[in-house]
Nanobody, 129 residues
Framework: QVQLVESGGGLAQAGGSLRLSCAAS????????MGWFRQAPGKEREFVAA????????YYTDSVKGRFTISRDNAKNTVYLQMNSLKPEDTAVYFC??????????????????????WGQGTQVTVSS
């Protein structure tokens, strides 16, 4: 079981930026695809972005394309989510997640919660207008 700890959330103004980090421990981080999800008040958790175990093939939900960038540093066991041009509708609790299986990424274009087996506790992002 991998342990995931998110950080970097907070309050930002519309148009501003935040960078989320997710530190992993407990298993071979570099062999697992990673993802970010978010859950706004009263809504279901939704997919935001995912990246393969090798760091290639990032995928994004349409609403964040061109504004958010997912990346990873396998030497630091950390995945990042750079969020630019933030909008009030980006307000949510953001969760990072690790894939259930190693060296698996063919499903990334249709990534769902069920593809991920370990989750962080979440970090709050609030964007004011």
């Amino acid at each position: 079981q991998v342990q995931l700890v998110e950080s970097g959330g907070g309050l930002a103004q519309a148009g501003g930026s935040l960078r989320l980090s997710c530190a992993a421990s407990g298993r071979t981080f570099s062999s697992y695809a990673m993802g970010w999800f978010r859950q706004a008040p009263g809504k279901e958790r939704e997919f935001v972005a995912a990246i393969s175990w090798s760091g290639g093939n990032p995928y994004y939900t349409d609403s964040v394309k061109g504004r958010f960038t997912i990346s990873r540093d396998n030497a630091k066991n950390t995945v990042y989510l750079q969020m630019n041009s933030l909008k009030p509708e980006d307000t949510a609790v953001y969760f990072c997640a690790a894939a259930r299986t190693q060296y698996s990424s063919s499903w990334l274009p249709v990534a769902k919660e069920a593809h991920f087996g370990s989750w962080g506790q979440g970090t709050q992002v609030t964007v004011s207008s």
